[in-house]
């Protein structure tokens, strides 16, 4: 899901992130109440997808600090951070006034990309690692 979110402009607005985050938070209660010794390695295998189901929900402005988007997104790298807020369309969750991506925004990240050195980070999660 999370490779599908990446590559997939549909998939990038507010009320799928919303729903990612319900599911996950559903899946987690259940197990919680089936088998609670299973529920870091439930948290664990969805860090990466609640992270960017994070990055569709929040407001965008947030990401203009590469110290607070370091600190909020441990999991994602900045390439992938950049990759959603571009295929980000507003809904009524995030409309245009609220949700657009300003260009300041993504100057900021590819600041970061590049300050890091790590422009060739890939984008897809490997599902065999």
């Not at 979110?5 to 990038?12: A, D, F, I, S, V």
């Not at 929900?57 to 390439?79: A, G, M, P, T, Y």
């Not at 245009?96 to 060739?120: C, F, H, M, P, Y």
């Amino acid at each position: 899901l999370f490779n599908q979110l990446l590559e997939n402009k549909e998939l990038c607005k507010a009320a799928v992130g919303f729903a990612i985050k319900m599911i996950i938070s559903q899946l987690e209660e259940w197990t919680a109440n089936k088998n609670a010794t299973l529920l870091p390695l439930i948290r664990a295998q969805f860090e990466h997808l609640m992270e960017a189901a994070n990055v569709l929900v929040i407001d965008k402005s947030v990401f203009l600090s590469q110290d607070i988007v370091s600190s909020i997104f441990v999991e994602l790298n900045f390439n992938q951070i950049k990759q959603f807020l571009i295929s980000f369309t507003p809904d009524d969750y995030a409309p245009a006034d609220k949700g657009e991506v300003q260009s300041e925004v993504i100057d900021t990240l590819d600041k970061a990309i590049k300050e890091s050195g790590k422009e060739k980070l890939r984008l897809k999660l490997d599902p065999y690692e």
